[in-house]
Each structure stands twice: as structure tokens, then as C-alpha cells.
């Protein structure tokens, strides 16, 4: 089968290569997956290039990727031979493993290829392990939101619009910022209640003028340093900051929970409700990715302008770094 592997850490135009590989075979409890759509995250853009230092090679050769979306075609010992041509979303493909996603095929532990509904596509199965995920947990991790008034911080991004989605799927209220106008447009479209262009505002400010001078009571943030003395503004007292994210790793205020794999290992337990949970965002046969939601009527601090962008398409094997959680088929 073809293959996009490396064999050392590094810039992506440095070390990828695409050739040929042996064809996995599914061991007991696994299931080989004909991948339809490779996902991209910045996990393994991290752990390819070496991010904090972990420069050492897990294995020989690595083909990356935790997240996927494709059609089980073979079934190891243990595992129901029913579950043959089932259209699955692949979340972790990769964790402790050589041979991720970036592949024609990949084997996996069977509960790591969930069933995808009917109407969501490969592409948006593929955007659905470490994005939707992340944000399931970020949301849930601690008990229901009905209710409550949810920030989420970066609601343009991938994260981002799978915790609106997930937020109000559960009942919260959502105000969320975004940096460029046609992600408020996405913002919207997923949603939220209330969007805020941080750019030239006082964002707690306006934060507290969308609420009637309410404050938050959780915060899911994409860079808790940089928005600290914001959420410390606009959050309840014994309110929540569920980060995802960490700067530079030299950062004053580090979060790497990560082990070799690039993987927060640290978080795991309970992750295992995750994945079910993180299509919350699919009622009715109707799943929503990012830049393409039903419409619906909503409130903005700072109206949209412009139209909001799908997901990109680009060819199999090319070097995604400047737009990371894409779906690449």
C-alpha cells in the first residue's frame, strides 16, 4: 500500500516521504480500516517535528496520524465479521503504535473505528477524533453545562467549533471570540450566542456586555497564558479554565501532560466517553462540520461580513502545516 512516512524527526519538507509499505493486517480485537480521509492535527505536526524536545524516535519508521475515516474491510480474531464494510471515524490510530492514518490502510483496536452515522461524511469522520474529542472532554469532563454561560475561546478554530456545537447541543449559552471576520460567520453558523472579534476590543469588556454584566462559568481555552488575565475578568467565582492547548514550550506557564507520542496520556482517564459523546453535534442524520452548519438566526457583538470557509481538500501526502485539524483525502 501506499504510505506517508518518516524515518526522522523534522521540518515536514525535510523527512515525509510517500512509498510503499506492507499492508497491516488486524491482530485480535483489531479491525483494518481502507482510510477514505486522513485527519491532521497539531499533535502530530508536533510530534514529527520534535516539538519540546522529544527528538527521539519511537519507532523505526512512523506513519502519522491519530485520526481518520474510512470502511472496515477486515476483521481480526474476536472481533464480529459483521462489522465488515461498516463506515467508521478512526480516533488514535497511531497512540503507541508505528502506523497511523496517512495510509490506504490502518489497523486499529476495534472500539478505537466508531460507526459514522449516515449523514456525516468521511471528511467530517476524519475531523472528529482529536478535535471533537478534545472539546467533549473540555466541556464534560467535570458534569453537565445545561445552563451554564460557556467562553470559548478561539471558535473559528476546529476545537473551537466542536465546543459550540457540543455547548449548545447541551444547553449552555455560548460567547465565543474569534481574530478574522469570516470565522465569526463559522462562529455564528455553529451557534454561538454572542461572538467577539478580539481584534482592537477590550474582549472582557465586551465579554461582560453580552451577558447583561453576568460573568462565565467555564472557560475552554486554546491559549491559557496569553488569555489569563481575560478569563480571570469575565469568570465565577470556582468557575472552570479546561485548557487544550500550550504555547512555546519554554512557556512560563507550560502544559505538556505529553508522553513520546505526542499524546496527553496524562488526561486519560475517562476519555473512553468521548468518542459517542463527541457526535453530539449529529441529530437527527444531520452532522455539522466546521463551515458547514444549518443556518440559524443568531446574535453577534460584531456582525459577520463575509462568508465562512469549508474544510480544504488537498492531494494525498502534501504537507498541511500551515492549516493543522484538516481533513486530507
Not at 516521504?17 to 508536533?46: A, M, Y
Request: glycine letters at 14%; one cysteine or more.
Amino acid at each position: 500500500m501506499k504510505a506517508v512516512y518518516y524515518e526522522q524527526k523534522g521540518p515536514a519538507a525535510k523527512v515525509l516521504q510517500i512509498g510503499d509499505v506492507p499492508d497491516p493486517e488486524p491482530g485480535p480485537g483489531e479491525v483494518r480500516v481502507r482510510v477514505h480521509f486522513s485527519g491532521l492535527n497539531p499533535s502530530d505536526t508536533k510530534a514529527r517535528g520534535g516539538w519540546g524536545g522529544m527528538t527521539s524516535m519511537p519507532f523505526p519508521r512512523v506513519v502519522p496520524h491519530q485520526d481518520g475515516a474510512g470502511v472496515i474491510d477486515r476483521a481480526g480474531p474476536g472481533v464480529s465479521q459483521g462489522r465488515i464494510d461498516e463506515r467508521v471515524w478512526i480516533y488514535e490510530a497511531q497512540l503507541g503504535r508505528a502506523f497511523g492514518t496517512a495510509a490506504e490502510y490502518v489497523t486499529v483496536p476495534s472500539e478505537n473505528a466508531v460507526r459514522l452515522p449516515d449523514g456525516a461524511s468521511f471528511e467530517i469522520g476524519a475531523c472528529l477524533g482529536v478535535p471533537a474529542m478534545t472539546a467533549h472532554r473540555c466541556l464534560f469532563a467535570d458534569g453537565g453545562i445545561q445552563g451554564q454561560t460557556v467562553l470559548v475561546a478561539g471558535g473559528g478554530g476546529a476545537v473551537g467549533h466542536a465546543a459550540i456545537l457540543l455547548a449548545k447541543w447541551a444547553g449552555a449559552r455560548v460567547v465565543t471570540t474569534v481574530s478574522r471576520t469570516e470565522q465569526e460567520t463559522i462562529a455564528l453558523a455553529a451557534g454561538a450566542d454572542f461572538v467577539i472579534n478580539r481584534k482592537g476590543a477590550d474582549v472582557a469588556a465586551r465579554i461582560k456586555e453580552c451577558i447583561g454584566g453576568a460573568l462565565v462559568d467555564r472557560v475552554v481555552e486554546v491559549a491559557f497564558e496569553a488569555n489569563l488575565d481575560i478569563n480571570r475578568a469575565v469568570l465565577k467565582p470556582n468557575g472552570v479554565i479546561s485548557s487544550y492547548s500550550s504555547g512555546a514550550a519554554d512557556s512560563a506557564l507550560p502544559l505538556q501532560p505529553r508522553d513520546e507520542t505526542g499524546t496527553d496520556n496524562a488526561l486519560r482517564p475517562g476519555i473512553r466517553d468521548a468518542p459517542r459523546g463527541a457526535l453530539g453535534g449529529c441529530e437527527g442524520g444531520q452532522c455539522r462540520a466546521r463551515g458547514r452548519t444549518l443556518p440559524a438566526a443568531r446574535r453577534a457583538c460584531m456582525p459577520s461580513r463575509s462568508g465562512g470557509r469549508g474544510p480544504r481538500r488537498p492531494g494525498f501526502g502534501r504537507d498541511c502545516r500551515q492549516d493543522p485539524h484538516r481533513a486530507i483525502g
